[in-house]
């Protein structure tokens, strides 16, 4: 695993390795089959960030539950716009339905706090969220992520599904920007 990476014009160093990230899943998936065994839950998985988080979540899975997914975006850059556009919205009936939301990092709490809004009023019975990272410090909004894998400080990032500008996604590891 390399120390440093550059992705576009910022550079960034190693932050949290591939070992810590799937531990960390590894917790969450534990958490989620001791509350929700038997509700066949319906997992949605927010793209683009969340790929990776959801393919090796769903590893740890073996109980009936259901996977979609659906695309918001929020972020430029390395700043969130504070306004959240629905790109890809979920097309499954989610009446009565336990849903839960699988995010790559709550930030603001913006997005997620749209999108529970929304599944809410399609009639989901009961919503929770599941996030891979969090950063406390950033929350602009009362939303308390249900699942979290990782606190971190409120630093910038990439790698493990999350983007600098579309790039840098697909790195195993995640990398935190250099000041
Ligand atoms: P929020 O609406 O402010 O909570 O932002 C959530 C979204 O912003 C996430 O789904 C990510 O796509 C993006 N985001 C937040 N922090 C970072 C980061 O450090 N690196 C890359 N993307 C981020
Ligand atoms: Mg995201």
Do not use: W
């Not at 990230?21 to 509350?35: L, Y």
């Not at 999350?162 to 995640?174: A, M, P």
């Amino acid at each position: 695993m390399k120390k440093r990476v550059c992705v576009k014009d910022k550079e960034f160093e190693l932050f949290l390795s591939e070992e810590e990230i799937k531990r960390a899943i590894g917790e969450i998936a534990f958490r989620i089959k001791r509350d929700l065994s038997g509700a066949h839950p319906l997992f949605v998985s927010i793209l683009n960030g969340a790929f990776m988080f959801t393919a090796e979540l769903m590893r740890h899975l073996d109980a009936p539950h259901d996977l979609v997914f659906a695309r918001y975006s929020s972020y430029r850059g390395m700043e969130t716009t504070g306004k959240v556009i629905e790109i890809m919205p979920v097309t499954t009936s989610i009446k009565g339905r336990t849903v839960i939301l699988l995010e790559d990092i709550v930030d603001t709490g913006t997005t997620m706090q749209y999108v529970m809004e929304k599944l809410r009023q399609a009639g989901a019975e009961d919503i929770r969220l599941a996030t891979l990272l969090f950063k406390p410090a950033a929350l602009r909004c009362n939303l308390r992520p249900d699942y979290v894998g990782l606190e971190i400080p409120p630093v910038f990032i990439v790698g493990y599904g999350l983007d600098y500008n579309e790039s840098g996604r697909t790195f195993k590891d995640i990398y935190r920007l250099v000041k």
